[in-house]
């Protein structure tokens, strides 16, 4: 599940690449969205921002489910605070840590 970059490159930013990946997860999904946008060449931070990008959106559209997704938000707070502080911490050791399902789609959707 996990894979390690060859090397510590610089990204569009001129930061390390696992600096910059920990910055995808900083603050969910709106992180993920800003990092897709600015970085168009290093693919280890794509990737780390495009699954901030759908795990954080998904957890946050949850919320908005009426009843059902408030109960569902109930459990998923506390689950997604560990998520995140796993996630970014992952992504600063370097790793490219993929998700059960959301890590595989999002290495689809890069690849094309």
């Excluded at 390390?16 to 897709?36: M, S």
């Excluded at 699954?51 to 009426?66: D, E, K, R, Y």
Aim: proline content about 4%; glycine content about 6%; aromatic content about 16%.
């Amino acid at each position: 599940m996990e894979n390690t970059p060859e090397k510590n490159q610089k990204t569009a930013l001129n930061i390390d690449e696992n600096i910059e990946a920990l910055l995808c997860y900083a603050f969910g999904f709106l992180t993920g969205v800003l990092f897709l946008l600015i970085e168009k060449e290093n693919k280890f931070v794509r990737f780390h921002a495009m699954q901030s990008l759908i795990t954080f959106g998904a957890i946050f559209l949850v919320s908005f489910i009426p009843i059902l997704g408030w109960i569902i938000s109930i459990i998923l707070i506390p689950l997604s605070f560990i998520l995140w502080i796993f996630l970014m911490y992952k992504a600063y050791q370097g790793e490219r840590y993929k998700l059960p399902v959301i890590g595989d789609f999002v290495e689809k959707q890069l690849s094309k």
